[in-house]
């Protein structure tokens, strides 16, 4: 018995350091004005294989720990949403989503081809440089209190839709990789698009009823009837092929009134941990020894994805009949990437070595640059 309790203790000793490790890099971050996501990605380079002080953490506790960080982050940009707000920027951001597009996912592709990629690593890569990232633009909005800016709800229209573009596409590349042939790749995508219109269908005409059912005075209560909600969710979408982060986004949106209020306010501490443990534990995966050799590649297509998604901005607030000020701020914000990039570079680990560290270095640049730019233009 006395194995067991020396591993028990090493693992809290080693969570231990991880959190205040984190929660040090969260004050740096802080008085810097930057996002804490870039220095948790430096801190996991720093302290995984090949970095300055390896350690030998539990990988699959932190991992599990990093996954829950992703459900929340889109749970809780869910909660942003009515089902009538979700139904309307769904309608006004198709045009603009077709830009984002249009503009942002061939630099990647053509970047795969460029370096020697195979079709589906290139694909992988425009799926990278084509997905904003939802959780560090949610955050930012927040720190610059832009909610009522008049481009706003553009860019969250923008941010949704790219988001359930993504309930088709990682299903997509998902059946590829597994070397699925034309009937299972359509099967699987018929699957995901049914699932996601159902769960569309369930949250904007149900939601409030749902919410009313399993509302309950008992804070307790509250708590593990969301968390567990989420989780099933997720792992329920999963199992149809279709992103565990696309399950958790629409059990926020189906989540509203009072009990979004609680949900928020009860569900925010949780998801600050297990985020930062899932930018921490990518850049645990990431050796930084191979980052030199692709981060010039990285700051091409950084810079060129920088100024497509300006492009993106001012196309899609034209429309709209908004001023190019406020285009200009949609571009900058979206420059931000983050979860979803990271989620789309792990499922391409084993196709191709370079993916990895050049996903890294792109997210890192992006996720450091894209808020301190949002700052910009006021």
Sequence with gaps: MAQPVHDFARLFIELGLVAIGLAVLGRIASRWGISSISLFLLGGLAFGNGGIAPLALSKHFIELGGEIGVLLLLFMLGLEYSGEQLSRNLRRGTSAVGIDLLLNFPPGLIAGYLLHFGLLASILLGGITFVSSSGIIARVLSELNRSNYPE?????????????????????????????????????????????????????????????????????????????????????????????????????????????????????????????????????????????????????????????????????????????????????????????????????????????????????????????????VR
């Design 152 to 376: 706003t709800p553009m860019l969250i229209s923008i941010l949704v839709l790219e988001d359930l573009v993504m309930a088709v596409y990682l299903p997509l590349v998902a059946v590829l990789i597994a070397g699925g042939g034309p009937n299972k790749i359509a099967f699987s995508i018929a699957i995901a698009c049914t699932t996601v219109l159902a769960a569309l269908f369930i949250a904007t005409r149900y939601g409030d009823r749902i919410s009313r059912f399993v509302s309950h005075q008992s804070e307790e209560v509250i708590l593990l009837t969301v968390l567990g909600a989420v989780l099933l969710v997720a792992g329920v979408a999963q199992r149809l092929q279709v992103s565990a982060a696309i399950g958790a986004f629409l059990v926020g949106i189906a989540v509203s009134g009072p009990m979004a209020e609680q949900s928020h306010r009860l569900l925010s501490p949780l998801r600050d941990l297990f985020a930062a443990t899932f930018f921490f534990f990518f850049g645990l995966e990431v050796d930084p020894r191979n980052l030199p050799k692709v981060l010039p590649i990285a700051l091409a297509l950084a810079g060129a994805t920088a100024l497509t998604k300006i492009l993106t901005g001012y196309w899609s607030t034209r429309g709209a009949h908004l001023s190019s000020r406020s285009g200009l701020r949609v571009g900058l914000t979206l420059v931000a990437h983050g979860e979803f990039s990271i989620v789309i570079a792990g499922l391409g680990a084993g196709l191709e070595p370079r993916l990895g560290s050049l996903s890294a270095a792109y997210v890192l640049l992006m996720a450091v640059v894209g808020p301190m730019i949002t700052r910009l």
